[in-house]
């Protein structure tokens, strides 16, 4: 696990501790530039599933959104803990509503962004680690 606490992608991002039922959040989504607002319905637990033959667990977290619709979600894909040791969510992080006003400015970008690359090169890093996890358990 890595010793970061929180996204390395804002500074006002939420770490596990603070992810309790009751706390209105916002998912931000710096790659797309999309907001979804929350709330918090359950504390963090464990999910248990079987991908590419192994299985897994990740931890899940059940949020409402502000249209009524309730959802589980990875605390990984919310940017609050990392996917495997050091390897954090290049795109989403998760903040409390209340620092709204914190949210990077969504600007057109074009289609060789930063954000586009740092995505690709993630989505490369997590196929080797699942590449290696598989070579190992033949």
């Known amino acids: 696990m890595s010793t970061r606490t929180k996204s390395p992608l804002h500074p006002s991002a939420l770490s596990l501790n603070d992810i309790q039922p009751g706390r209105r959040i916002i998912r931000f989504n710096r ?3 999309i ?13 248990r599933y079987q ?4 299985i ?6 059940d949020l409402r959104s502000t249209d009524g619709f309730t959802e ?4 990984t894909d919310m940017g609050v803990i990392p996917r495997s040791r050091t390897i ?3 795109v989403n992080f998760t903040i409390d ?3 709204r006003h914190l949210l990077p400015k969504i600007v057109p970008e074009s289609l060789e962004s930063p954000e586009k690359l740092a995505a690709k090169a993630y989505r490369d890093e997590v196929t080797r680690e699942l590449q290696s996890e598989l070579d ?3």
């Open 35 to 47: 907001m979804l607002e929350a709330v918090i319905v359950s504390k963090p637990y464990v999910c």
């Open 51 to 54: 991908a590419f033959g192994l």
């Open 56 to 61: 897994r667990a990740d931890l899940v977290v």
């Open 136 to 138: 190992y358990a033949w």
């Open 72 to 75: 589980s979600v990875y605390l």
């Open 31 to 33: 790659l797309l530039g």
């Open 97 to 99: 509503a209340r620092n």
């Open 88 to 90: 954090w969510s290049p």
